[in-house]
């Protein structure tokens, strides 16, 4: 099963929808990957290699929808707007913006557009009276090339590179049965080959992705990724890395320098104070996430039980105070290396 045919968030703005469900991930924008944006917009700007600077090309890849790929934009267009002043930049100095919301075809980029719409941010204007930044879309995996070489300065990518472009075909023993058989997650219970066989597609995938935005991203050019590790974890075509990994994978695939690592750990259960509200909540973050994978091997209907099941299983673990799978955020920014 190819993740490209197949993924896409719970489409549209109603109540189990990604656009709706999705405001965690944008709280870790807001407060660790802000103020990381900006300091790389300054390097960028303030690089005089890098000038004259007519456009500045930015990619948010796997952008999904809802708030996050909005304040994407918000943040980089007034972070560039205040240090070109800050660097006293005038006229032609000034560098447009154009964005590039990418993501799998399957995702909803009418809904995607009409927030960007509804938000007036491609009304503003910079110190010259143009527009201060063009958004346009570009579907397609990131797991290949999107962009001419040598063409994006900045490049950013929030809770995607998890996905896997597959699942792992080595998941089965000599006979055929599966090693996995009875789960639907891959954990420490699993069997070492299972586990082993999910690093291996995730190692070949991220080094594809390296390589990929190598030849895109300019000399000096920037990347900013926010990747999920979870100690128990839904398992289709998903593998969250230790920042370990990522650091051995980066290293040696060659191309970047790591900037800035980080774990963050996100404490999303004592900002839950109400079972009944907490499980409803995290209940519609899980189907709004994995709908369109569950629907694909079970059927759409199962949803209607499932839903219910999964609500109770949560509500009855945040009653009983049972310890949560940790969750953290491992955050990297990378820089291309001069060629």
Known sequence: METMNILHMTKGD?????????NSQNRVFSYVIKPLLESSVKSILSNEEMRPMKVMNVADLGCGVGPTPVSLISTVTRTVHNICRELEFNGDDIPQLRIF???????????????VIDGQLHDELNENGKPSCFVMGAPGSFYGRLFPCNSLQLVFSNYAIHWLSQVPRDLYDEVGVPMNKGKIVASDTSHPQVLEAYYDQFQQDFTKFLKCRSNEVVANGYMGIIEEEKLDTFNLPVYFPCKEEIKEIVSKEGSFAIEHLEVVYDDVQNEIKNA??????LAKVARSINESLISY???????????????????????????????????????????
Do not use: C, Q, T
């Open 101 to 115: 919301m990418s993501d799998l075809p399957s995702n909803d980029f009418n809904l995607l557009f009409k927030e």
């Open 14 to 22: 109603g109540e189990f929808s990604y656009s709706h469900n999705s």
């Open 276 to 281: 009944e509200l907490g499980a409803e909540f």
């Open 297 to 339: 091997h079970f059927g759409a209907h199962v949803w209607d039980d499932l839903y219910d099941v999964l609500y109770k299983v949560i509500f009855n673990n945040l009653e009983a105070d049972v310890d949560p799978s940790d969750i953290f955020n491992i955050v990297i920014v990378l820089r291309k290396k001069d060629d």
